[in-house]
Structure formats: C-alpha cells, structure tokens
C-alpha cells in the first residue's frame, strides 16, 4: 500500500509518520501531484495558522488538486479545518470539501483547547471497534460547526464537529497519530478503508 502525507510546510508530520510506523507503513512525504493523485490513502496533515498554510497550498497548486482525489484523504487537525468552507482564523477561503464553517471558541474557555477530551456519536467505519466517549488528544482555538457531514461530536463550551466525512473525505480535529492506542486503531481502520 502507497500512503502519502502532504507535505506543504504546514503540519507535525514526523509523529505522523511515525504512528504509521509502528503499524507497519512507510509513508511517502511529497507535494508531488502524480505521486499524491497515485498514492492508495492520503493524509493531509496542519499545525498552524490557517491563512499561511492555504497561501502555501496555493503557491504550490495543491488547493486546486487536492479537492478532485479519489482515494481515501485523512485531514488532520488544521488539514481537517482547511477542508471545510471557511475559517474565521485569518478569514480564510477554505477547499470546500465539507461543506461547514471553522469558527473560534469564545474567551470564556481557556484557549486554545489542549488536552484529552471524548468524541462522541461516532457515525462511520473509521471508528470500527473504538468505543463511545473515547479520549482523543486536541489542540485547537478553532473548531468546525456540527453539520450533516459530521461523523464524531465533542464538548468544548459547545458541541462541535470532531470530525467529518463527505464521501472519500475525512478529517478528523483531533492528533491520532498522539492519542495512544485508540487513536493508533483510528489509523489503522483509515488504511483498511
């Protein structure tokens, strides 16, 4: 299986890389379009500002090639984000994939929100075999409303879309590649889409 990660300067990938390790697959870091549109699964990984990292998906050509894949695309955290409509972080165009908007908690909770928190209503087979109320590791001040292509909720002051799936599509607010076994299980059922 060829798995590639989207290398476009915005993302944690070397603990990305290495949860797909321990499962056994050496990913492909690239922003070459044959070898991302060629690949089996694809992860769209981001930590960062959102208006920085679509600037650079668009210097490079992916905002345009990522949205026509047909394979399996996992979004991770700020890759999730810049998958849906629109973000008020640096009032950012986003790819339009989910069709949603990222929003950014109030000053009444502590900011960003950093830590273990449950995801919940899990509504697709990227959560094969992991149970309700699961503990997922997060760091983020902006979050995706809920909506119909929402697939796991969390509480953070509100409800929000902890992830997303629109047909080949996912992505997911929280690090799985660091929260533990569950999130390692959340990998391993991605590659078994």
């Known amino acids: 299986m060829k798995l590639v990660i989207i290398n476009y300067g915005a993302g944690n990938i070397k603990s990305i890389q290495f949860a797909f390790k321990?499962?056994?697959?050496?990913?492909?870091?690239?922003?070459?379009?044959?070898?991302?549109?060629?690949a089996d699964k694809v992860i769209f990984p981001g930590v960062g500002e959102a208006s920085s990292a679509m600037k650079m998906l668009q210097e490079s050509g992916l905002d345009?090639?990522?949205?026509?894949?047909?394979?399996?695309?996992?979004?991770?955290?700020?890759?999730?984000?810049?998958?849906?409509?629109?973000?008020?972080?640096?009032?950012?165009?986003?790819?339009?994939?989910?069709?949603?908007?990222?929003?950014?908690f109030s000053n009444e909770v502590k900011v960003p929100q950093m830590g273990w928190n449950v995801i919940a209503d899990l509504k697709s087979d990227l959560f094969k075999d992991i149970k309700e109320k699961e503990f997922m590791y997060l760091v983020h001040s902006f979050y995706a409303e809920k909506c119909d292509d929402m697939i796991a909720k969390t509480?953070?002051?509100?409800?929000?879309?902890?992830?997303?799936?629109?047909?080949?599509?996912?992505?997911?607010?929280?690090?799985?590649e660091k929260s533990s076994l569950a999130g390692s299980k959340i990998l391993e059922n991605f590659l078994n889409l």
């Open 22 to 38: 321990r499962l056994g697959i050496d990913a492909v870091l690239t922003n070459n379009v044959d070898e991302i549109k060629a």
């Open 64 to 104: 345009k090639v990522i949205p026509t894949l047909k394979q399996p695309v996992l979004g991770i955290c700020l890759g999730m984000q810049l998958m849906c409509n629109h973000s008020e972080e640096g009032n950012t165009q986003g790819l339009g994939i989910f069709d949603v908007a990222v929003k950014r």
């Open 155 to 176: 509480d953070y002051e509100i409800e929000y879309a902890s992830a997303l799936q629109n047909n080949n599509f996912y992505g997911v607010q929280f690090h799985p």
